[in-house]
């Protein structure tokens, strides 16, 4: 079954510093991949996706990621981050081909916490 | 575009209650949306798909006859929480994916406290 792990549950970082959220997944199939983020009592929004193409894919907020398929990873990072970045960053990968239903499979998620 | 609402937003109800959540697309007709179940501090759960005009497919240890859903048109769905109990009491997500698209939109999510 697909799997996906985000290795660090919180990622402390101070402002306008660079910053790397870890992402791997098990497959070892085609897979869609994703980046979300959620703010405090909010639902997910789309950071970034990885369909096909270009391995590195830029998303919004400044944020990239690249994708790796010898290491089946999918870091996201950004180079300077601000106080407004502190939320929760969920990975999630899709099988493709995929069925109908285009599940999401999520990783557990890290905290990035960016202090002043 | 792309946006998904929810109602309410939180609720508070009684032990052995029923409550009903609402997900809406807004802005674009969803084939497909999800129900999802987030504890404090934890990922996002699946708890069941649903297609427009078909029954819903739940996974695996979610009761279907607990947690009913259903998806009357390309626009809502909705997900009832019968007899709720307090250990129901979480955070409820939805998403909404458009027809032969890989992304999921999701709304804001229903904050569910039953006392």
């Known amino acids: 079954a697909q799997s996906v792990t985000q290795l660090d549950s919180q990622v402390p970082v101070f402002e306008e510093a660079p910053v790397e959220l870890r992402c791997n997944y098990s497959s070892s199939v085609s897979v869609y991949l994703f980046w979300y983020v959620q703010y405090p009592n909010q639902g997910l929004q789309l950071l970034l996706k990885y369909l096909s193409g270009s391995t590195l894919v830029k998303g919004i907020n400044g944020f990239e990621a690249e994708f790796n398929k010898s290491q089946t990873s999918f870091h996201l990072r950004k180079p300077s981050v601000h106080i407004s970045d502190t939320a929760e960053y969920f990975c999630?990968?899709?099988?493709?081909?995929?069925?109908?239903?285009?599940?999401?499979?999520f990783g557990s998620g890290t905290r990035l916490l960016v202090r002043p | 575009g792309a946006v998904v609402s929810q109602h309410p937003s939180r609720v508070i109800c009684k032990s052995g209650t029923s409550v009903k959540i609402e997900c809406r697309s807004l802005?674009?007709?969803?084939?497909?949306m999800f129900w999802y179940r987030q504890f404090p501090k934890q990922s996002l759960m699946l708890m069941a798909t649903?297609?427009?005009?078909?029954?819903?497919?739940?996974e695996q240890g979610v009761e279907k006859d607990k947690f009913l859903i259903n998806h009357a048109s390309l626009t809502l769905s909705t997900l009832t929480v019968t007899s709720a109990h307090p250990e129901d009491s979480s955070f409820y997500i939805c998403?909404?994916?458009?027809?032969?698209?890989?992304?999921?939109?999701f709304g804001p999510g229903t904050r569910l406290l039953v006392l």
């Open positions: 999630a990968v899709s099988d493709r081909p995929m069925d109908s239903s285009y599940k999401l499979i």
């Open positions: 802005d674009f007709q969803a084939t497909t």
């Open positions: 649903s297609n427009e005009g078909s029954k819903a497919t739940y």
């Open positions: 998403s909404a994916r458009i027809s032969h698209q890989e992304t999921q939109y």
